[in-house]
């Protein structure tokens, strides 16, 4: 019985130092950054991350940022905002089916992408199906982006569907219109 009580013992301490090696790396590996969401846009070019942020009056919500694209799920009180940015595009959503806009960057209206937020940021191994928008979702263009040359918007937009498994790129190319 003696043997049997050291070595649950020893199981439980080995647990533990476990737990506290994970929460270690946690909190190595993320940091805190106040910048916009055109600042982490840019970032993107070179790190994959995931970024919580939560400004304690408006919003809150989470950010996954790689290839130089930015996925945003903000949440203003009750509602859950979507927002996907591309160096040439952005999409904008909520729940409603028919309340998306493709715009530029500049176009944005969910919420202001140049503000400064407080994001605790941690490394990410990306998933590209993150950056692909919703097919069930209508997503209507701004006229900027309709008066722009349609075969070099086309192609632009296209090269988000890159690197998606065979599923994830039929979809973003019905979507986006892709041939």
């Not at 590996?29 to 106040?34: A, D, E, L, P």
């Not at 400004?55 to 949440?75: C, H, M, P, Q, W």
């Amino acid at each position: 019985m003696n043997k049997k009580t050291l070595f649950i013992g020893i199981i439980f301490i080995v647990i533990v130092l476990a737990v506290f090696a994970v929460g270690l790396h946690f909190a190595n590996s993320s940091h805190k950054t106040n910048k916009s969401f055109s600042d982490l846009l840019k970032d993107s070019a070179t790190v994959s991350q995931r970024c919580i942020f939560d400004t304690n009056s408006k919003y809150s919500g989470e950010i996954f940022l790689s290839d130089n694209s930015l996925r945003a799920d903000v949440r203003d009180g009750s509602k859950t905002k979507h927002i996907i940015l591309t160096s040439s595009v952005a999409y904008q959503w909520n729940e409603d089916p028919n309340s998306g806009a493709r715009t530029t960057l500049n176009e944005v209206t969910l919420m202001d992408v140049n503000a400064k937020y407080p994001f605790l940021c941690q490394d990410w191994k990306a998933d590209p199906s993150k950056y692909t928008p919703p097919v069930q979702q209508v997503f209507y263009s701004s006229k900027e982006v309709g008066q722009q040359d349609t075969t070099q918007t086309a192609n632009t937009e296209c090269q988000v569907c890159e690197g998606l498994e065979s599923t994830a790129l039929q979809t973003c190319k019905k979507q986006l219109h892709c041939s």
